[in-house]
């Protein structure tokens, strides 16, 4: 029983009359293409990654940052105009509203004047310009490296005690 291929091969000539090209394939040209095409995919995606991100980062900024940050100036505003201005609270009652530098110098003067009527013992009142006790918690608190500290002119000197 014989068989016959229904696929003919052609022979060099007829392929040529037929339009075949016979060359093998150009495999570096065909790398190279499938390289390139590999990172113009790989760029865009980074591309859109990076552009989502920041719309991202913009839409939070806009609907979360802007919001409060508007909040903060508003209270700012606000405890400034309390802390600075004076301004009557009750007329009837005669409350008023001073400023904390004028409240705090009133105060000071109160007490050294010994008409303080908060519970405690009646002392001098220094302002915090002259306590250097106090310049030393700042600095503490920030972090500074603590200055020398005068001790207060009143201050008796300490007994140094000797060992024998």
Known sequence: ??????????????????????????????????????????????????????QLEYTHHMEMEIPIWQEYKDVRAYETQRLTQYKFIDKAKGSVQLPIERSMDLLIQEANAGKSFYAGTNSAVKPYEVDPGLQAVID???????AAVAPPADAAPAAKTEKK
């Open 140 to 146: 503490k608190a920030l972090g500074k490296t603590p």
């Open 1 to 54: 029983m014989s068989e016959a291929n229904p696929i003919k091969a052609l022979t060099p000539e007829e392929a040529l009359i037929v339009g075949y090209e016979r060359s093998e394939p150009n495999a570096l040209k065909i790398g190279a293409l499938t390289v390139v095409i590999v990172f113009t995919i790989v760029a865009t995606c980074y591309a859109v990654y990076y552009w989502y991100v920041g």
